[in-house]
């Protein structure tokens, strides 16, 4: 097995263990209400001031506690590593294509990483702020940030799709 293979191998379980973790603890602690209304990072389609206000109502103080603790530890470190993983099979995928071209394709998952790791400061301000404390503002830019993680997720998902597709096709 190669060094590369090895750390991809190590990446993935990693990624995948976080991942799994996280929804897990998510779903535990932040799904609230009899309309089990789920953290507003898991909802592709973003959410409104009025939604926003009507979470953080109903999430309460044990679940604000564990938005800003663990979970927003477990949420930063989710798409550092995914973007990595993302990256590394890119790298992988294009070992036929010119290093610049190569390094270019990495803004897909550079900007996925970005958008979740925006998303998530400022969902932790909102978090922070509570529903007394939060504007409309405020819950767009966040919402506009969850919704473009989302966004530059399925365009990296698709790109990468297509490239493993034409690659086993090239092999086949």
């Known amino acids: 097995m190669t060094a590369y ?3 991809f191998a190590l990446l993935s379980v990693a990624t995948g ?3 799994v973790i996280s929804i897990w603890l998510g779903a535990q602690h932040l799904v609230v209400g009899s309309e089990k209304l789920w953290p507003f ?3 592709p389609l973003g959410y409104g001031f009025f939604d926003a206000k009507t979470y953080l109502m109903l999430l309460k103080e044990e679940g604000s506690a564990f938005y800003l603790g663990p979970m927003r530890l477990l949420d930063t470190a989710f798409p550092i590593l995914l973007g990595f993983w993302m990256g590394m099979l890119w790298w992988g995928l294009t070992t036929r294509i010119h290093p610049w071209s190569r390094v270019i394709m990495l803004i897909a998952p550079a900007a996925f990483t970005m958008m979740d790791l925006c998303e998530n400061a400022l969902i932790a301000e909102m978090v922070r702020l509570g529903p007394e404390g939060i504007d409309r503002d ?3 830019l966040a ?3 969850t919704v473009s993680k989302y966004v530059t997720l399925l365009v990296a998902i698709l790109v990468l799709g297509g490239m493993a597709l034409q690659r086993s096709t ?3």
Do not use: C, K, T
Request: hydrophobic residues 45%.
């Open 17 to 19: 263990a976080v991942y």
């Open 170 to 172: 090239r092999v086949g």
């Open 143 to 145: 919402s506009s940030y």
């Open 138 to 140: 405020l819950v767009v």
């Open 5 to 7: 293979a090895r750390v």
């Open 41 to 43: 990072d898991q909802r």
